[in-house]
């Protein structure tokens, strides 16, 4: 994908709020000390008196979100992943969550594809932690297109909503004209009719190549771009899971909580189904450059393919 335009979906997420920002004029964003790493610093260029920096205190910034929503501002969040979900966490639980408030949380800067930052800030977990909190949305957008679409969904949901962004530039993969987000709603970008591969994030490009290195083999693969893990897209993963009769899925994220168990709970519940999950396999990250750290955790193409083809041959 040399010659495919990239850009990082955290530069998305800067670019959007400035974007919405005057068909909202109750949007106002809240950063912790790290616009320019969060990108929210191209809203806060344009809209200074719409930023607060709250300092490296994520905790209070969650409290200080919680009592804007409260006066009926629409508040954006931002953070690395690792503090937004982690260090906030009880904040994000009983002060935005418990009370319905409608807090929105840009998280940056998730999953190994931050790099050389290391395992302290490589977020593996973040998914499976927003998770658990009722009624909190949970997005994973894969590319540009669709992170500007997160965040107008985002904007137009009434409740607390998570959405995850990366640091790594990854292929435009939605600039189609027929393109169409739906919160919750999957979209199947590859038809197949031997196995599903259920991706989300930067993984779905990933996937996209791994099931063209499968078409090559004689495997069918059909491929599903989750980029709303909750609520999950149960209709589409069951009968998908119906029409092939194995799944895959794949994530820059631990393979305990996230995409990969949101499946499971689902097709195990409706349509029992031979799963493998791939992704982070209950490990801390480590420093390296982003690309040959999602090679060498096998969350390449190559490595999806490999062991696509591994499982189709049990």
């Known amino acids: 994908m040399a010659d495919v335009k990239k850009i990082a979906t955290r530069e998305s997420y ?19 000390d790290l616009a320019a790493a969060t990108k929210t610093g191209i809203f806060q260029k344009a809209y200074p008196d719409r930023h607060i920096d709250c300092g490296i205190a994520e905790c209070n910034m969650m409290g200080i979100a919680a009592g804007l929503a409260t006066t009926g501002k629409i508040p954006f969040v931002s953070s690395f992943a690792m503090f937004a979900s982690g260090r906030a966490y009880e904040q994000v639980r009983n002060s935005v969550g418990y009370p319905k408030l409608n807090v929105k949380i840009g998280a940056t800067h998730a999953g190994i594809s931050v790099g050389e930052d290391g395992a302290t800030h490589q977020c593996c977990e973040d998914l499976a932690l927003m998770r658990t909190i009722p009624g909190m949305v949970v997005m994973n957008p894969s590319d ?5 679409a ?39 970008l590859r038809e197949g009719k031997d196995i599903t591969l259920f991706a989300t994030g930067l993984e779905v490009s990933e996937t996209l190549d791994a099931a063209e290195k499968l078409a090559k083999d004689g495997i069918d693969a059909k491929v599903v771009n989750i980029h709303t893990i909750k609520p999950l897209d149960e209709e589409l993963v069951i009968a998908s899971a119906k029409e092939t009769g194995k799944v895959v899925t794949i994530e820059e994220h631990s393979v305990i909580g996230g995409l990969g168990s949101a ?14 999950k791939i992704g982070v396999n209950d490990v801390y990250g480590e420093s390296g450059p982003a690309t040959e750290l999602i090679k060498k955790y096998g969350l390449d193409s190559e490595g999806i393919y490999t062991k696509v083809k591994e499982f189709m041959g049990k």
């Open 14 to 32: 800067g670019n959007a709020l400035k974007e919405f920002a005057d068909a909202y004029p109750d949007l106002v964003v809240l950063d912790a």
């Open 144 to 148: 540009d297109v669709e992170a500007k």
């Open 150 to 188: 997160a965040v107008k969904a985002a904007l137009d949901h009434e409740g607390p909503v998570y959405i995850r962004f990366g640091r790594l530039a990854v292929p435009v993969i939605n600039d189609k004209p027929d393109y169409k987000f739906e919160l919750g709603k999957g979209v199947v």
């Open 263 to 276: 499946v499971c709970d689902c097709l195990s519940a409706n349509a029992p189904t031979k799963v493998l």
